[in-house]
Every structure is written in C-alpha cells, then in structure tokens.
C-alpha cells in the first residue's frame, strides 16, 4: 500500500463519514432506532473508502478506453 492510496483512504473515510452522519444522524433521524453500533459504521465506512481507492488506482494504470468499462464493473459488484 503506497502512501498515496492510504491517504486517499483516510480522506475518503472521512468524507464517507461524515456524509453519513449528516444524511442519517442529521436529517434522516425518525428512522434510527439508537441502537446503532458506531464501530461497525466506521468499519463499513473505512472498508468502501479504501475499496473505492484502490479501484480508482487501478483505473489510473489502465487504458483510457477501458477505463469507464472496468470502473464501472468494479463500482456496481463492490456497491450491490
């Protein structure tokens, strides 16, 4: 793991994060139960967040014709 795909990572948790807070803490709040366990949200938050780094560094490395076709592939298997 390079030290740019890590950073990436950590930056993308954060934002996943807190968009999360703000849509389901924030706006959304009827429909929690408050029994939420934040560790497996921040778990699941860090697991997508280096998952869509790494696929994007992947992308990076291909060729740009098959970029969109192998983007699109891993984001809708990764995200179903």
Same mark, same amino acid.
């Given at each position: 793991m390079t030290k740019q795909l890590f950073l990436s990572g950590i930056a993308g948790f954060v934002v996943y994060f807190l968009l999360g807070w703000l849509a389901y803490g924030i706006l959304f709040t009827e429909e929690?139960? &408050? @029994? @939420?366990?934040?560790?497996?949200?921040?778990? &699941?938050?860090?697991f997508y967040a280096f998952v869509y780094a790494t696929i994007f560094r992947v992308g990076q490395t291909s060729l740009p014709f098959l970029l969109d076709l192998r983007l699109e592939r891993y984001l809708a298997f990764y995200t179903s």
């Open positions: 929690t139960t &408050g @029994e @939420e366990s934040m560790l497996f949200i921040a778990l &699941g938050c860090l």
